[in-house]
């Protein structure tokens, strides 16, 4: 199930959304085998892109955050999930240590941070937060709405991590690595860490992801039969891309690749009959928080990058450095909130959908990406007393369920990924 | 976690729920252990009764009709629990048949099958309704509200039981079996019924389930560090009990049963100093849908019954004669809905709490069983953003809280009497 959500768009169910309505006790099914195989990441939240003639996930963060945008309705589902949860992962867990974000006051994660602890603690465990930012050293108290956040400094103690007088027996992180696992981190065997060190961005690699998901479709594309393609964004990978060399060719390969991906979109845009331009997005394949991305009609556009451009594209949170992109099929959003670009952002815990809003963007248009400073979030509703299954002409089919399987979709290619990266896997030969 | 609902309550919160408040995460952990142990019915609802003093379950149902009174913001909690119930018990389920109640055409009960289905199917199942009432003998199609509900005759093929063409691999009972496992049912041992048939009224009994109720209530008293009387009713049974017997030592046995009652209440009562008038509730002990219920405030109340009160309690639903009575502690209400009598209902699937309504009756007192024909039910309303940890003096702590933890509780201790009574348990020495 995925909750009824009212999305922006009202148009007519298209054939690929009729037909996972049809299907939905068949994906429901396939979805509770895969997870007896699999391992759903403790929480995740999915950028989804609806075409129109295609439906993909486009980012797949497994340290959401945003989680104070979902709206009140929602966060009985998350709870209860959260429950669901911890019975699974562990059982005779008291307490739970949130590591946030390191040198964050950005009041939106502050929220954030405040909705998490909320939902853990009605979930029934003591939740505090302790950071791994070097620069806490005190306990800060701050004042977010009208509740207090206590942010507490996080301590090693031999071979756990705690806070002065609070032994967590779970580490929930919500802190995504960019820049490595920090000593504190290392080598915790005790405790849980969820997600897995190997989830953070210094490991993690969206091509790796991609990678996973089009197995994942290809799989559940099997199931509906229908071509993988229409829940799949195309893309390749480059490694050893210097955005900030200035020489005539060093930018050669990467156009290429550009060129190569749009020739394959142009290809399957033909196969369909489908009107749009085709366009490619290149981003860091390690890169978050939208950062390291551009949006390209025509691999010539490389030719002419403005240095504003290149430093963007070779820089990501945290000022690391990139080399490594991915070309990835663009994937234009139909969706429109008051006019503006909107795309839709599904929440999940554990194997649940929880939730979701729109990102949308004043300045940006349908092939661009949305998630830059000045964007926004629009709650779902929830939509009350529809089937998932109310066929084409019901007053208002659950579009958002749709949403909810791509999203599933892609956390389950996030578990087969975790799955082949884990460095302390058992290998049986 | 339990939603937090608004309840009609809203004086300050006393000693008793300010403890269970506070302890939320030692009780949510101590569920989570009980659960690893115990299985959950699939799905059950609870009548609690808050005397302000104590707070206790007064019936624990385990084919829970009324599942219409839940609001719409509950049904996403419903189908969630339904999910992970599935997951659990049948991963595997395409198919689910629900038998309901025979020679039903009462619209509130109707109304409770379509949202049954309702749920179901927004779990992932292809749900459809199969009567064993004799009587059915082709598809009816009824309207209820604006859905259609179409109930089709039950059939045995061999080993299996299910409809033409369609060969369900889990059975949901919403059919009391009051009047005995038929023989459509017996020994289907290839496919899940749930609940198990020996959770049927003619084998259930009511002193089983509130001596299971006593251990759980003892293990938690502990845990809480209670009085377990704060939450548990106290309770005798009385087998050969024959109210049609007209002799005038008949009911002395019971008189007695009834006498011994009053004097351990009033001995509690003055325990705590409690200036309330104790009084007893006698019950048939298979009793359903609230027959067979009597509230007594002095034993000699059974010298001058009515031929009336007579015939009612010897006859409990589908004219069952009943011999065996349970003389339990009465448990007045506080909750009063626009001035009438009120007992909040508390609904569950698996191990969760989705939701609940007040059940109240304007003719009815506090001290009366409100479980009869006339009743009104209205649904709690949902509070959002409050933590149920929230102290004294907060804008408003979750009254819910406490009810779903005495809920679960009965459900848990429905849990261990089906342990108990399993025909099929395999026995250790």
């Given at each position: 199930m995925v909750p009824?959500?009212?999305t922006?768009?009202t148009?007519?169910?298209n054939e ?5 309505l ?6 429901e099914?396939w979805?509770?085998?895969?997870w007896m195989?699999h ?7 999915v ?5 129109g003639?295609?439906l993909?996930?486009v980012d ?11 709206t009140?309705?929602?966060v009985?589902?998350a ?7 911890i019975?699974k ?6 307490n739970l ?6 040198q964050t006051r950005?009041p939106?994660?502050l929220a954030n941070l ?6 853990f ?13 070097p ?11 009208n ?10 103690h031999?071979r756990?991590?705690?806070l ?5 027996c ?5 802190n995504d690595?960019?820049?490595g696992?920090?000593?504190i ?5 005790e405790?849980?860490?969820l997600?897995p ?8 690699r969206k ?5 996973s998901y089009?197995?994942v479709?290809k799989?559940f ?7 993988p ?5 195309m ?7 210097d ?6 060719h ?8 550009v060129?190569?991906?749009l020739t394959?979109v142009?290809?399957?845009?033909k196969?369909?009959?489908i009107k749009?331009?085709p366009?490619?997005?290149?981003k ?9 991305v ?5 691999a010539?556009?490389?030719?002419q ?6 430093n963007?594209?070779?820089l990501?949170?945290d000022?690391?450095?990139v080399?490594?992109m ?11 909130m008051?006019?503006e670009a ?8 554990d194997?649940?959908?929880?939730g979701g809003y729109?990102r ?9 990406n ?8 629009i709650?779902?509703?929830?939509e ?11 007053s ?5 369920y749709m949403?909810g ?6 956390m ?7 799955e082949a990266?884990?460095?302390d ?5």
């Open positions: 009824n959500l009212i922006a768009l148009g007519p169910i690929l959304e009729q037909r996972m049809d299907a939905m006790p068949a994906i099914r979805f509770r085998l895969e195989e391992t759903p990441p403790l929480y995740s939240s950028d989804i892109r609806n075409a003639f295609k993909a996930p797949t963060n497994l340290f959401p955050g945003g989680w104070n945008n979902l009140p309705e929602m009985p589902l709870v209860q999930s959260a429950m669901a949860a019975e992962i562990c059982p005779e867990a008291r240590l949130i590591i946030p974000e390191n950005n939106q994660y405040v909705q998490l602890q909320h939902i603690s009605m979930a029934g465990l003591n939740v505090r937060i302790g950071s791994i930012d620069e806490v050293k005190e306990t800060i108290k701050l004042k977010v709405g509740k207090e956040l206590v942010i507490e400094p996080a301590l090693r031999g756990r991590v705690g002065k007088y609070f032994d967590p779970t580490i929930l992180l919500n690595l960019s820049t696992a920090p000593g981190l290392e080598e915790v065997y405790q849980f860490v997600p060190l190997h989830a953070g961005w210094s490991v993690r091509s790796r992801h991609f990678q089009e197995e479709a799989r594309g099997k199931l509906m039969g229908i071509d393609w229409l829940i799949n964004p893309f390749s990978s480059r490694k050893g891309v955005f900030t060399d200035g020489s005539e060093a930018l050669d390969e990467l156009r290429e690749d060129d190569v991906m394959k142009r290809r399957k845009y196969e369909y009959g749009e331009t366009f490619v997005v290149v860091a394949d390690n890169g978050t928080y939208g950062m390291g551009m949006s390209v009609h025509d010539k556009e490389l030719r990058l403005s240095v504003k451009t290149k963007q594209m070779s990501v949170k000022g690391q450095q080399h490594d991915i070309i990835q099929e663009g994937v234009q959003t139909v969706e429109r008051d006019k909107a795309e839709p952002v599904v929440y999940m815990i194997r649940y959908v929880v729109y949308a963007h004043s300045d940006k248009g349908a092939e661009d949305l998630n830059v400073p000045g964007a926004h979030f709650p779902l509703a929830f009350h007393g529809i089937s998932p299954g109310d066929s084409v002409g019901a208002a089919p659950n579009r958002f949403y399987v791509v999203a599933r979709l892609a389950l290619a996030a578990s087969y990924e975790l990266t884990d460095p896997a058992e290998i049986y030969d």
